[in-house]
Structures are given as C-alpha cells and as structure tokens.
C-alpha cells in the first residue's frame, strides 16, 4: 500500500495560508490539486513521498476561466478538460487547448489541472512551453501577500520553481490582445497517454505589409519553446532571432531548423536519445512554419 | 480534515469521509490520503475495480466521480467528501428477476469485448462516461475516449466494437 501523509483540507485560501506558513524548504507541506502527479508519489517508487500535505480541492478562489483587460485568466485547479471545453480558451488561445488535448487521456484530463503542471516542473510539461511562447504570468500568494512571475523565470532548474515553500499558484494570466498567432506540436510515442520525447510551441505576430497576395509578411515578436530537451522548459532564443522580422520563407524554416538543431542539448534517457530529439525538433519547427506559411 | 482547528496536517489515523457509491450513501473512516482505490476495495469490499499500474497510466481502476471518468489510484478520499461515485458494480440493474446487465455489458459480451478480464470494468466505466455525455458509435471517437484503458489481449477491436453496438450502431 502507499503512504499515507497526514493533510489538511482547508476551505479557504486564507486558512490553506495559514496551514503553509509552516511549510518550509526542508520540512514541505506538499499542495495536492488534481493529484496526477503527486498521487504517484505516494507509492514511494519515484523517491521520497512527501511527509504532509494541503488539500486545495476545496478552494473556489483558485477556480474558473474569465477574460479581462486583454488577458485570459485561468484559475490554479482549471483542468485539462475544462480548457478543452472553454469556449474563451478556444478562442484566444487554442495552442492552449491543443496542448491540453494530448496530456494523458480522459481520466487525466479530467483531474490534472493547468497550475499542477506548471508547479511539477516536468522538463515535459505540455502546456509550458505553450506558456513560454504566450509570455503567460504565474500569480503566486500565501500569508505575505501576492506577486506575479513571468513564466520565462518560474522553472529555475531541474524540477525548481520560483515558488516559495509557504505560496500557492493562484492563476495564470495569459495576455491575448495583438493578434498573436500560436502553434503546438507534440512528438511522443503514441497519440494519447504519451509522455513527450519533444514537446514545441511557436507563437509571432504578422507585421505590416501585403495581406493577400505576394510574399509571405514578415514575423514579429517571435517565440519559440521546447520541452524535454533539456532540464527544465526553454525558449530557444537564437532560434527566435533567425525568425524575427523575416518572412518564414523556405529559406527562413530551414535556417531556422539549422539553428534550433545547434541551439538545443537533450540527453539520452528512457524515453529517447539526444540525437532523436535534436533531429526531430528541428524537423518539427520547419513543419510548423511550413504550416504556417501555406508553401 | 485532522482534528487540529488550524487544519495544519497532523499525524491522524481515520477521519470520517461521506459519499455515495452507486447510489448507497456511505462512510468511511480512513486517513485522507487513502486512495479511493484501496477505500472502494478494502473498506467497502467493492472489488470489482481493480489496480493495474497504480500510477494512472493503465485505466484499470477506473471509476466515475459525479459522472466523470476518473483513475481512483489517483484520486485521496478527502477529495470525494460529499460525491457520488460510481463502479462496476452499479452497472446492472435490480429487477424482480436478479440483476440484468447495462446495455454496454450486454454488447461486451455479444462482441466478445472480455478476454483476461482485467481492464474490463475500467473500459466499462470509461465507456459508460463516454455514452452518458451523448457519444456515438464513431470509432476515432471511442478510441480517444478509451485511450486512457490499457488492454493486454484483445487488440480493443472487439472492445471499440461493443461500444460501438451500446451506442447503437451495428459495426
């Protein structure tokens, strides 16, 4: 049988605050939502199971899906399903919900929640690199008050976080105004129920120039992100730079392609090679804008 | 919940935890971090869920909470205070005549969906799911919506088949 740590179920944020104000780096009370990763822990076959732990399963305030001032805001528990379902998530940000449709299968989706995956870390997590690309916050609390963290600075090393021991994830603030345009890709070893070899999101605005016919606009603010290919998710920025401002001509996706193949280091491990991972990383990205460009 | 009023986790053997299981209110002492799984199995001897991998990737242990598909080896019995859960075992219906199977049930044993047996309630109960939320006899659609149910024997041909049949479409 698996461990069984003592939790808390707090039914308010402020009194799931006062149970983290003892939660500290050596001694963690470990936050369970959705509970598809931590569950797992429990059976004490990947390392320690955490000593104590927080129900957040009763807290509304980390709940519900709302578009405001530009910006779609999901709460913490928002699950896969439910991102699928949003008809604001399909709207604004279906890289998003492509994402969200290959993490497991139903019975994940139905309980893993979006501010899980962003607290576990994974160097796999499927929405994060989505995340990245969509320069989405993460807004944090706990008893001292809330802050806000770009993602690009949330996973600060293998399975680290920005989080303090004593906060919670509240919400992620995703901006959606300006026309972004946004594309995911997931390379695993089958369609559902796979953990990602590579895992790519792609996201640039048009800029001005011929809307119809003629040469292809040029891409602006461009970003590009990967998972499982190194240890934690990554913006490939000299990748980025070989797309911005140009036009994703097929002279720009395989200068792109070359460069992303330079740019990135993946390891050997149990679910592929580094070799794999580079070339089809590579080859993923010049599909994409491919795609994108319709040549 | 611990008995301790600041609700910091504390050591505790059993709280009480209340919920239905196929229509029955129950309850349960246990800690809160017991999964569903072992709560549905030991303390309520309902063994027709069954552990695969206990890790969420096999389906096997499948239940539904509030109508939902769910793996109950992932699912803490704090988290279904007040639900209603659903297994296998509330599948066939009492009638004067003994229990008569689920439609689904029924069309698992005309196709031949059962080999070992193992994943049989967990595909059951996904299928269930995918029945009750309006799906059809399209079988891209049942093959996502049992994607998350691992079979060892049979191919799933038979099994994409006797759902395919419960949802009224002859394949």
């Not at chain 1, 490939?236 to 002279?251: N, Q």
Request: glycine share 10%; proline share 6%.
């Amino acid at each position: 049988m698996p461990v069984e740590p003592p939790i808390a179920t707090p039914t308010s944020l402020a009194d799931a605050y006062a149970v983290l104000a003892g939660s500290t780096a050596d001694d963690p009370i470990t936050p369970i939502a959705g509970g598809t990763d931590v569950m797992v822990r429990i059976t004490g076959e990947i390392g320690a199971p955490p000593a104590r732990m927080v129900d957040l399963s009763r807290l509304d305030a980390l709940r519900g899906i709302t578009v405001d001032g530009g910006a779609v805001i999901l709460g913490a528990r928002t699950t896969y399903t439910e991102i699928r379902r949003s008809d604001a998530c399909r709207e604004h940000l279906p890289a998003l919900v492509a994402a969200a449709a290959t993490i497991g299968a139903a019975q994940i989706q139905n309980r893993g929640t979006l501010g899980g995956n962003i607290a576990n870390a994974s160097p796999a997590g499927d929405t994060l690199p989505v995340l990245l690309v969509l320069d989405a916050e993460v807004i944090v609390g706990g008893a001292r008050g809330e802050r806000s963290i770009p993602v690009a600075d949330f996973w600060v090393a293998y399975r680290r976080t920005a989080l303090a021991p004593d906060e919670l994830i509240l919400r992620i603030r995703i901006p959606v105004a300006g026309g972004r345009e946004a594309r995911f890709r997931k390379i695993g070893t089958r369609r559902a129920q796979a953990i990602s070899k590579v895992v790519l999101a792609l996201a640039w605005r048009e800029g001005p120039g011929a809307a119809t016919a003629g040469p292809a606009r040029a891409w602006t603010d461009v970003r590009l992100a990967l998972g499982s290919v190194a240890d934690r998710p990554i913006r490939a920025r000299a990748t980025e730079a070989v797309l911005e401002g140009v036009a994703p001509t097929p002279a720009t996706a395989n200068a792109a392609a070359e460069a992303l193949a330079a740019e990135i280091h993946p390891i050997d491990d149990v679910r592929s090679t580094a070799d794999y991972r580079r070339a089809v990383a590579a080859r993923a990205l010049h599909r994409m804008i491919r795609d994108a460009a319709g040549w | 919940m611990t008995s301790d009023p600041a609700g910091r986790p504390e050591p505790d053997s059993a709280v009480t935890w209340r919920f239905s299981v196929n229509g029955d209110p129950v309850e349960v002492a246990a800690p809160g971090m017991r999964r569903l799984l072992d709560v549905l199995r030991e303390e309520l001897a309902l063994t027709g869920t069954k552990e695969g991998c206990g890790e969420g990737e096999c389906g096997a242990c499948t239940v539904l909470v509030d109508g939902v598909p769910v793996d109950s080896c992932l699912v803490p019995v704090c988290q279904v205070e007040g639900a209603r859960i659903a297994t296998v075992e509330g599948l066939a219906e009492p009638s004067p005549e003994g229990l008569v199977l689920d439609q689904l049930q029924q069309a698992f044993l005309e196709a031949g969906g059962a080999q070992c047996g193992i994943c049989t309630p967990g595909m059951l109960m996904a299928a269930r799911a995918y029945l009750d939320d309006g799906g059809t006899a399209d079988e891209d659609a049942i093959r996502e919506a049992i994607a998350g149910n691992l079979c060892r024997c049979t191919g799933y041909t038979k099994i994409v088949d006797a759902i395919a049949i419960a949802a009224g479409g002859r394949r």
